[in-house]
């Protein structure tokens, strides 16, 4: 039996989420006990509506990238072919991996040219939900679709009965179907917002889930723009983890604010069949997906809800450095980070970090919002404490934090991974007109 069938049987899923997940068409191969996965990134055709066939890009062929499932602490190797007439990169947004696989051009790798094949080797240390996406010509190969979801099973999986990613995001498509322009000249604003949500690449979906069964759902925002403001009607559910990071005590979902590149996990426990629970955004409440109840394969256990176990994150120190970084809007000149914007780097030229961290020791960040939009500010290679913030959550570990308005927000963690790490605003055309920067750790 190849991986990806054993890693479906062994997280329980039943006929009527398996469907409910994207298309799993992974080429797992049998190389004993190790995680082994191959994407070709290339053109495809799709049709959002009206029969219009426009040209997407994929990973594997269809609009769903496939859903890669690791194991903390095992190592995974996936193959990346690039079929595109132009350069891409895979960047795994969360995971704490070495440097040479962190997928950004230049910084990390070189790009993986048209025609050639790059190995990503590493060894996934925290359990959760991550996600991937290209890290090369990101307004265009993000927008037209390159990005998937990264599952990392806790070393000792936990138990439920099925496990659905919901990847939120917005295409920019017309009326008739076709493309509409992935920038404009409004992108130093908020950015150019799609103008077609879908949950999975399907507009409002039906998503089948197994009746009275524990139910994790991995709900993903990788569009390049909107911030989805999150909630679950008709069930209640609780929150257990954020970007990743199991919560040290759950809670009861509200809502939360999904900002693109980030991720919350729920669990619920799903009503008997034909019932339906609507995941809707936004202060309009705006349906994005229904989840149908359906008929049960077999006896319904009755589980209990897992404590998830932390991850193994370095405890940073009472006695930490600390930083002031601020996010401006810099007229003219664009976004910037600390009145500096980052806009090109090339094989033979990093330009100067934003600061040099050494290896092993404490940090505290201050991050300044100086501007009146939102900005989801993301640091590769590194997971870090929100321990102070002017306006919304604390307490909790992430790989991306969210600025509201002239909001300041304090960060804590241990540099103990060395490399040169992306440090940058995830509404990609803040990122691409300047918000975004590295550091180094050495
Ligand atoms: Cu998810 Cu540098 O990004
Ligand atoms: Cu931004």
């Known amino acids: 039996m190849d991986i990806s069938r054993r890693n479906f049987l062994k997280l329980g899923l039943g006929i009527a989420a398996f469907a409910a997940l994207p298309k799993f068409t992974l080429a797992a191969t049998k190389k004993t006990g190790a995680y082994h996965y191959s994407i070709k990134v290339m053109h495809t055709k799709h049709c959002f509506?009206?029969?219009?066939?426009?040209?997407?890009?994929?990973?594997?062929?269809?609009?769903?990238?496939?859903?890669?499932?690791?194991?903390?602490?095992?190592?995974?190797?996936?193959?990346?072919?690039?079929?595109?007439?132009?350069?891409?990169?895979?960047?795994?947004?969360?995971?704490?991996?070495?440097?040479?696989?962190?997928?950004?051009?230049?910084?990390?790798?070189p790009p993986i040219l048209p025609?050639?094949?790059?190995?990503?080797?590493?060894?996934?240390?925290?359990?959760?939900?991550?996600?991937?996406h290209s890290h090369v010509n990101s307004i265009h190969q993000l927008g037209k679709g390159l990005s998937g979801c990264f599952i990392v099973e806790e070393s000792q999986p936990a138990k439920f009965d099925a496990d659905i990613p919901l990847l939120l995001r917005s295409w920019r498509i017309d009326e008739e179907g076709g493309w509409l322009p992935l920038t404009t000249p409004k992108s130093f604003r908020s950015g150019t917002k799609g103008t077609m949500d879908t949950v999975n690449s399907k507009s409002i979906p039906t998503i089948e889930i197994p009746e009275r069964s524990l139910i994790r759902l991995r709900l993903v925002n990788v569009d390049s723009t909107k911030i989805y403001k999150v909630i679950l009607a008709g069930r209640k559910s609780k929150l257990i983890a954020i970007d990743g990071h199991p919560l040290e005590?759950?809670?009861?979902?509200?809502?939360?604010?999904?900002?693109?590149?980030?991720?919350?996990?729920?669990?619920?426990?799903?009503?008997?069949?034909?019932?339906?629970?609507?995941?809707?955004?936004?202060?309009?409440?705006?349906?994005?997906?229904?989840?149908?109840?359906?008929?049960?394969?077999?006896?319904?256990?009755?589980?209990?809800?897992?404590?998830?176990?932390?991850?193994?994150?370095?405890?940073?120190?009472?006695?930490?450095?600390?930083?002031?970084?601020?996010?401006?809007?810099?007229?003219?000149?664009?976004?910037?980070?600390n009145g500096k914007p980052l806009l090109h780097i090339s094989q033979d030229d990093h330009g100067k970090p934003l600061k040099r961290l050494k290896l092993g020791k404490s940090y505290t960040f201050i991050l300044n919002n100086n501007t009146q939009y939102r900005h989801p500010i993301h640091l590769h290679g590194h997971i870090?404490?929100?321990?102070?913030?002017?306006?919304?959550?604390?307490?909790?570990?992430?790989?991306?934090?969210?600025?509201?308005?002239?909001?300041?927000?304090?960060?804590?963690?241990?540099?103990?991974?060395?490399?040169?790490?992306?440090?940058?605003?995830?509404?990609?055309?803040?990122?691409?007109?300047?918000?975004?920067g590295y550091i180094e750790v050495s």
């Not at 891409?88 to 950004?104: A, K, N």
């Not at 790059?118 to 939900?129: H, I, L, V």
């Not at 202060?283 to 193994?312: C, F, M, W």
Request: proline share 7%; hydrophobic share 35%; with cysteine.
């Open 49 to 109: 509506k009206n029969n219009q066939v426009i040209d997407i890009m994929s990973y594997n062929e269809t609009i769903e990238a496939p859903v890669i499932i690791a194991r903390q602490g095992q190592p995974i190797t996936i193959e990346v072919t690039n079929l595109l007439d132009e350069p891409t990169t895979i960047h795994w947004h969360g995971l704490r991996i070495p440097i040479e696989m962190d997928g950004v051009p230049h910084l990390s790798q």
């Open 115 to 132: 025609g050639e094949t790059f190995t990503y080797r590493f060894t996934p240390p925290d359990a959760g939900t991550y996600w991937y």
């Open 249 to 337: 005590s759950y809670r009861t979902f509200e809502n939360y604010q999904v900002a693109p590149g980030c991720r919350i996990d729920l669990a619920l426990r799903s009503p008997v069949k034909d019932k339906t629970i609507v995941l809707k955004a936004n202060d309009d409440e705006k349906i994005l997906a229904y989840l149908k109840t359906v008929k049960h394969q077999g006896i319904p256990i009755k589980r209990s809800l897992p404590q998830l176990p932390p991850n193994p994150i370095s405890q940073y120190k009472q006695n930490r450095k600390e930083y002031m970084f601020s996010f401006t809007w810099q007229g003219g000149d664009g976004w910037t980070i």
């Open 384 to 436: 870090f404490r929100v321990i102070e913030n002017s306006g919304g959550e604390v307490g909790y570990w992430t790989d991306t934090v969210t600025l509201g308005k002239s909001q300041t927000v304090k960060i804590a963690f241990v540099a103990d991974n060395p490399g040169k790490w992306m440090f940058h605003c995830h509404i990609i055309e803040h990122m691409k007109t300047g918000m975004s």
